[in-house]
């Protein structure tokens, strides 16, 4: 189970603690109104509960106060951006106005993965060329060449596009996918059915990888509203 956080520094301070439905996924809600010192203790005990049934991972909004983690941690979006990774690809070659078959694309990983594999299996039959700067990589080159005749070049292209499980290595436009991802925001669109069951509630990166952990919804319904620039 997640954790769900919402608080407003505004209003009489109160907590309310319960499980909640949230996008037919169940969460251990915490919801929370009124300034930070105010809450206090009550604060404090609420945490400790949260901590006491087992939760580790939450969705936080962006002004949870630092001193309300303690070893809570913010629900990661590294895998579902790999899972949706060709609707990340479409979304950022229609903002640049990049054709990717007349491009040269970048993919740079700290080490072998199946997410770099199937990244670098997509950016092949995309792309005009594929620079690969992945540890260990040499199988991969391999294997491109066999499927798709596609032999990887490493100089003499200036990539239009850094596909990275790390940190940027180029000055290229990055798409983000490794565990620092949240660097470089994107906006997600859900079915009509589920934004109904979100009562309102955010669209937040967290949320939607938490719903998309959880089984609430598939990656094939998720979609790409845009993309954030420079990552």
């Known amino acids: 189970m997640f954790a769900y956080f919402d608080w407003k520094p505004e209003g009489r301070p109160r907590i309310l603690l319960r499980p909640e439905t949230i996008g037919g996924v169940t969460f251990?809600?915490?919801e929370a109104r009124g300034g930070e010192r105010r809450l206090g203790r009550r604060m404090d005990r609420a945490l400790a509960a949260v901590e006491r049934s087992g939760v580790r991972r939450c969705v936080m909004p962006e002004?949870?106060?630092?001193?309300?983690?303690r070893d809570l941690?913010?629900?990661?979006?590294?895998?579902?951006?790999?899972?949706?990774?060709?609707r990340l690809l479409e979304r950022f070659c229609r903002q640049r106005q990049l054709e990717p078959d007349?491009?040269?694309?970048?993919?740079?990983a700290p080490f072998m993965s199946r997410a770099v594999w199937e990244a670098a299996d997509l950016l092949a039959r995309r792309s005009r060329y594929l620079i690969l700067s992945v540890a260990g990589g040499?199988?991969?080159?391999?294997?491109?060449?066999r499927r798709y005749g596609v032999s990887p070049v490493t100089a003499g292209h200036r990539p239009s596009l850094e596909v990275c499980f790390d940190r940027p290595t180029t000055s290229a436009p990055a798409l983000l996918l490794g565990p620092d991802c949240s660097r470089q925001t994107v906006t997600y669109r859900l079915p009509p059915r589920l934004e109904k069951d979100l009562a309102g509630r955010e669209i937040s990166p967290q949320l939607v990888s938490a719903l998309w952990e959880s089984g609430?919804?598939?990656s094939d319904e998720i979609g790409v509203a845009s993309l954030g620039f420079p990552a």
């Open 63 to 69: 002004n949870w106060p630092a001193s309300w983690r």
């Open 102 to 108: 007349k491009s040269a694309a970048m993919l740079s």
């Open 138 to 145: 040499g199988a991969l080159g391999v294997e491109l060449l």
């Open 28 to 30: 251990l809600l915490v």
């Open 216 to 218: 609430g919804i598939r």
């Open 73 to 86: 941690l913010p629900v990661e979006e590294a895998g579902l951006r790999q899972a949706v990774f060709p």
